[in-house]
């Protein structure tokens, strides 16, 4: 049988004559790693770096210094704090007046409203589970956080966005803002954000807000570029103003964007829940952080189930509203507000306001069984296959010690060689620049071998995500039924919050990178299986139709005609499981990963805003770096074709 062939365009004479230049400049780079090795040494040279700590340290103490009598604390800043107090309050002792009647029913009501009865029965049993667990005051602090969060982060990402949709010379000054925001951990801005706001409220919904506003800006940037030119100009040839043609044209055409956005920023904030817990939020995130304080793994379980249950309930809900499909509105506005009204008035007639104690279950003991089981017959002793510390010191030995080993024994200048050959293979000159200085902002910070460290484990937790990633991907994309069964899997892996997760990995694992490692992956996978499967069903019918006439298998469709159609997403899948695993680097820093995590960790536990913030920018600059390698560069390419 004749093989398939998928139709390549033209040959592009100097994309050719690039990708042949960036072939010969990785040789070169190889070959002066091989043979000069111990001319300059590995490490960067230490008259190249410039030291913050001075500076930083200065500006710490004078935030210390002023911040209760500067005019700039007292009518700025202390508005603002006071301002997400009030709002945060008001939120909360709204919830608790309507009681977890009122707020069970207003939810049902709504998802009923958008998407019918059966995603209301779902919202109502998620909020009946919170409160079964035990959990229903904490669920009401972290909601009340939660809408205040989203709701100034929708704010400030649609102005954003509006800026960047609407000028290109805004787009272009804000794209780098906001992937800082994006990349930086979110530990690393906790210090600065508690030093000026303290520690609570005030402080958790403001690192909340720059953690969850940069996709609803790029999402809606991307909704008002891409309206439809025929409808602006029609609008446009009847008379309409600028502000006309936005408000009635351009914002109803990037509707579906814009809910997507708010749904992305509400998992975002979601995600965020534990991490403000460091910094005095409360809620939910402050049970799990306690809980595995104390290596409870039962309560940061049972705390870490509703964080789950709230983000699929508001991914479902807005999902639904936003995908555009029409459906009969059997339950108006008013009427779901009357019910609510109503509900919460007969639960405080009958004193039944709060969850009854009555009706909680204790899922602590159990899990906690199941942990101590899965750590005493699994972590050693397993015949043939060993145990799991058996498999995390081979992965340590066999993968991590000889990847970091091999990148601090390179010279440094040839990394920034080898960096600027893959870049400038998928890339232009930009592209390849950008990443060059990206990395080499590692070294003139001084933390070249911890980012090398961090650098080792990225590549080896993406290597195994996407192994993992694709082949589940590609298993979900050809066939319904895993498709079905692993969504809801993919929900929780997606929306736990990382501690949950990590004392069990830790009990099977130990201490050390590899854990740090296997948190990575967990955390990264679902994304990657997601973009996978989207990717591969998105393939024309018609491609896939003429390969079956031709004959061929099963086998042949996915790898000549699926894969390399799909080419686009699976690049952005590598994409994203990059930026997810580097996000995870600072919670391996706490279970033995080292390097830039734990300089992370180590800065906010100290109140050294210098280590901090340096670690944390060289993490942001390891990730435009790795974002430049692998970002897909269609139109980069093209540009310069």
């Known amino acids: 049988m004749a093989t398939l062939t998928v139709p390549a365009s033209r040959t592009n004479i100097p994309r050719l004559l690039k990708s042949r230049t960036a072939a010969k400049l990785l040789l070169l780079a190889l070959v002066t790693a091989v043979l000069l090795p111990l001319l300059h040494g590995g490490s960067w040279p230490h008259d190249l770096t410039v030291s913050l700590d001075k500076p930083l340290t200065g500006a710490s103490n004078w935030v210390i210094d002023n911040r209760d009598s500067h005019p700039l604390f007292l009518y700025f800043f202390g508005y603002i704090s006071n301002a997400v107090v009030l709002s945060v309050r008001a939120v909360y002792l709204t919830l608790l007046a309507a009681g977890w009647t009122g707020v069970t029913a207003f939810g049902a009501l709504l998802a009923w409203r958008v998407a019918g009865p059966r995603l209301a029965a779902g ?31 929708v704010v400030v990402g649609a102005l954003l966005g509006l800026a960047a949709g609407l000028s290109d010379r805004l787009d272009r000054a804000l794209r780098p803002v906001l992937d800082t ?56 040839s009847l008379g309409a103003t600028r502000r006309q043609r936005l408000l009635t044209a351009r914002i109803p055409l990037a509707r579906g964007e814009l809910l997507l956005g708010l749904n992305q920023t509400i998992m975002m904030a979601l995600s965020m829940a534990v991490i403000a817990s460091v910094i005095g939020a409360g809620g939910l995130g402050d ?90 017959h699994l972590y050693s002793g397993v015949p043939v296959i060993g145990g799991t510390a058996d498999w995390a010191g081979h992965f340590t030995t066999w993968i991590l010690d000889p990847v970091r080993g091999g990148l601090q024994w390179l010279p ?26 990206a990395m080499a902002a590692i070294g003139v910070l001084g933390v070249w071998d911890p980012a ?15 192994v993992l990633g694709f082949a589940t991907g590609i298993a979900a994309a050809r066939s319904d039924r ?23 990995v830790v009990a099977l694992f130990g201490v050390g990178r590899a854990p740090a490692v296997a948190a990575a992956v967990v955390y990264a996978l679902p994304a990657v299986v997601r973009i996978t499967a989207q990717g591969l069903r998105q393939v024309d019918p018609a491609a896939l139709e003429s390969a079956r006439s031709l004959g061929a298998t099963g086998r042949q469709q996915l790898w000549q005609v699926q ?7 699976l690049l952005l899948a590598v994409n994203q499981g990059v930026v997810l695993v580097l996000a995870v680097v600072i919670i391996g820093g706490l279970v033995g990963g080292g390097a830039l995590g734990y300089n992370v960790a180590f ?23 790795l974002d430049r390698v692998t970002q897909p560069t269609e139109r980069r390419a093209t540009k310069g074709a």
């Not at 690393?188 to 303290?198: E, I």
């Open 181 to 236: 925001m994006q990349v930086l951990p979110a530990f690393a801005y906790l210090l600065p954000v508690v030093l000026v706001f303290g520690i609570g409220v005030p402080a958790a919904v403001l690192a909340t807000v720059v953690y969850a506003a940069p996709p609803m800006a790029r999402l809606t940037a991307l909704g008002l570029r891409g309206a439809d030119p025929e409808v602006l100009e029609a609008v446009e």
């Open 123 to 153: 919202t109502a049993i998620a909020f009946l589970a919170c409160g079964a667990l035990g959990m229903w005051v904490p669920t009401m602090q972290t909601l009340a956080l939660m809408v205040v969060a989203v709701l100034a982060s």
């Open 563 to 569: 894969l390399p159609l799909a080419k686009r997403s």
């Open 482 to 504: 895993v498709e079905r069964a692993l969504r809801p899997v993919l929900d929780v892996f997606q929306t736990m919050p990382q501690f949950v997760y990590l004392i069990p």
């Open 287 to 376: 049970r799990v952080y306690q809980a595995l304080a104390s290596v409870d793994v039962g309560q940061a379980l049972a705390a870490g189930i509703p964080i789950v249950l709230l983000a699929i309930v508001l991914d479902r809900v807005t999902g639904a509203a936003g995908d555009g499909t029409s459906r009969p509105k059997t339950i108006g506005r008013a009427y779901a507000l009357a019910v609510t009204v109503a509900v919460a008035l007969a639960a405080r007639l009958l004193g039944r306001l709060d969850w009854p104690s009555g009706w909680t279950l204790n899922i602590a003991e159990p899990v906690n069984r199941a942990v101590d089981w899965m750590t005493n």
């Open 452 to 466: 090398l460290d961090t650098l080792s484990q990225v590549l080896a937790a993406v290597a195994v995500t996407l």
């Open 603 to 625: 800065g906010l536990a100290q109140g050294d805003l210098a280590t901090g913030l340096v670690a944390g920018g060289a993490i942001v600059c390891l990730g435009l770096m």
């Open 412 to 437: 440094w200048w040839s990394v920034l060689l080898i960096v600027a050959a893959l870049a400038w293979t998928i890339g232009t000159w930009r592209t390849a620049l950008t990443a060059v200085l």
